[in-house]
Nanobody, 123 residues
């Protein structure tokens, strides 16, 4: 089992930046892919970015150029930094993990999920 805990959300002004962290505990391995998803009110959960230690990173088109995803050397902490925030970035952000190194962008491929953390971007 893998447990995921997000931190760092809150209220941010449009144009500002956001830093989120996801700390994994339990049987997390370097071969696990870790990812960020988000869900805005009334919308489906959508892919934001994923990080694989062997295959690299994958990012949604909506955040490319604004987002950096990284993973600490201990393999247990996934970090997200996003700049030039827009009100449409408002959502609950979820950390997810899966066995294997492919950076899938669909929720069905991820079996471990955090509780989510609210990010609100004010205009």
């Amino acid at each position: 089992q893998v447990q995921l805990t997000e931190s760092g959300g809150g209220l941010v002004q449009a144009g500002g930046s956001l830093r989120l962290s996801c700390t994994a505990s339990g049987l997390i391995e370097s071969s696990h892919t870790m990812a960020w998803f988000r869900q805005a009110p009334g919308k489906d959960r959508e892919f934001v970015a994923a990080h694989s230690l062997t295959l690299g990173t994958e990012k949604a088109d909506s955040v490319k150029g604004r987002l950096t995803i990284s993973r600490d050397n201990d393999r247990k902490t996934l970090r997200l930094r996003m700049n030039s925030l827009k009100p449409e970035d408002t959502a609950v952000y979820y950390c997810a993990a899966r066995s294997g190194s492919v950076t899938y962008s669909t929720t069905e491929e991820y079996i471990y999920w955090g509780q989510g953390i609210q990010v609100t971007v004010s205009s």
